[in-house]
């Protein structure tokens, strides 16, 4: 198993100090980040979307092997409310593919607002070309059904399993054979970081839930302060090997 670990966003000032030397100017910040994670979360997308150049750029400025998830628009998901989905994934799905081999999942985080609507989500999935690894995110406990598990697990989309205060908010459903986690708030202090023991019975869950040959994308939002930064570090030492690894060499 392969369990990618990043965080959600890298462009956080607050983390000069953290992750990012403070003589380090933001424009480099990108690859700094990646000689650390071989992963992040794109949020970029959610309120404007890049332009295929921009994304072209994150491309050239990460290493081989380096993936980025994108969340999708806020138009799709808050203002369209999956409705009519078409030209909002097509125009996003054209601009992210000048990430080419960076291009990781994308991820629909629905608005709390929004109550089940599995046919809605359905067609929604289906306008994604064949082969996209797309993460849903619901956050309505209406979602919570057999229907809507059955159309994820149709479409082969994740879903999101996520946390908050250091428990989950999700059903801890496997729909795909690969995983998405996020991890928006810990309870330990400072806050809003994670503890040990918060993050070990993650690592447990995703071992005990995918198989060996499985891909598995884990973010952390609590990015105040740096904690999304230490909690990432310590929940790669705790995820299968190849992070481990990855998280070595990028500190020797």
Known sequence: MTVHVGTSGWQYRDWAGVLYPPDRPQRLWLEEYAAHFRTV???AAFYRLPSPETFAQWRARTPSGFVMAVKASRFLTHVKRLREPAEPVDRLMAHAASLGDRLGPVLLQLPPTLRADPDALDACLACFPAGTRVAVEPRHESWWTEEVRSVLTGRGAALCWADRGSRPVTPLWRTADWGYVRFHEG???PAPRYGRTALRSWAARIEDT???SADVFAYFNNDPGGAAVTDARAFVRLAPSP?????HAGHQ
Request: proline content about 7%; cysteine-free.
């Open 41 to 43: 979360e794109s949020n």
């Open 187 to 189: 309870r330990a202090h």
């Open 210 to 212: 995918w198989p060996a």
């Open 243 to 247: 992070a481990r690894e990855h998280a």
